[in-house]
């Protein structure tokens, strides 16, 4: 294949290529190389969550709307929705699908018929008791290269990051 200009990946790039580690690409700031670890490390855990759930029939987005309503108990789809960091619009399909293997049912606000609230049925809340064990599980061998107090440190950064307004 023939190169074309200084393009680093050809437009129709069919196998992937080895670059001499004096042409790779490399960050000025540390930052955005720390990004691109904390996005390497959680596309790893989101996949190993994703292939431990698949056993269950569960997708993660399906897992974790039977845990929000599952832990706070009847939700309005905007609160699952906040809570998840999804539109409504994303959510309804996930709740649809939820809804036809029998996980959860939809109910109409009595006091404001526009809300709607997902709330699981009896099989819903028995999948999501049986359902925690093996979260908790997948979750501890993602951080097992971690010490406790590292963990906790580890959480502490996390929140202080995700509770800074970032920087404009």
């Given amino acids: 294949m023939a190169t074309r200009g200084k393009l680093l990946f050809p437009r129709r790039a069919t196998r992937v290529v080895a670059v001499a580690e004096d042409k790779r690409p490399f960050f000025t700031s540390y930052s955005t190389s720390l990004w691109v670890r904390f996005l390497r490390f959680s596309l790893r855990s989101h996949k190993k969550l994703e292939d431990d759930l698949q056993e269950l029939g569960l997708t993660p987005p399906q897992f974790y709307v039977l845990a929000t309503i599952g832990y706070a108990g009847s939700l309005p789809f905007g609160e699952i929705g906040a809570k998840m960091l999804v539109t409504v619009s994303n959510l309804t399909g996930i709740v649809d699908r939820l809804e036809d293997k029998k996980f959860v049912v939809?109910?109409?606000?009595?006091?404001?018929?526009?809300?709607?609230?997902?709330?699981?049925?009896?099989?819903?809340?028995?999948?999501?008791?049986?359902?925690?064990?093996?979260?908790?599980?997948?979750v501890g061998e993602i951080f097992a290269g971690l010490d406790k107090t590292e963990q906790k440190q580890l959480s502490a950064l996390l929140r202080r990051l995700d509770h800074e307004p970032a920087a404009r």
Wanted: hydrophobic fraction near 30%.
């Fill in 106 to 138: 939809r109910k109409r606000d009595d006091k404001d018929r526009r809300v709607v609230h997902v709330m699981l049925t009896e099989k819903g809340a028995k999948l999501y008791t049986s359902t925690i064990p093996l979260f908790e599980k997948c």
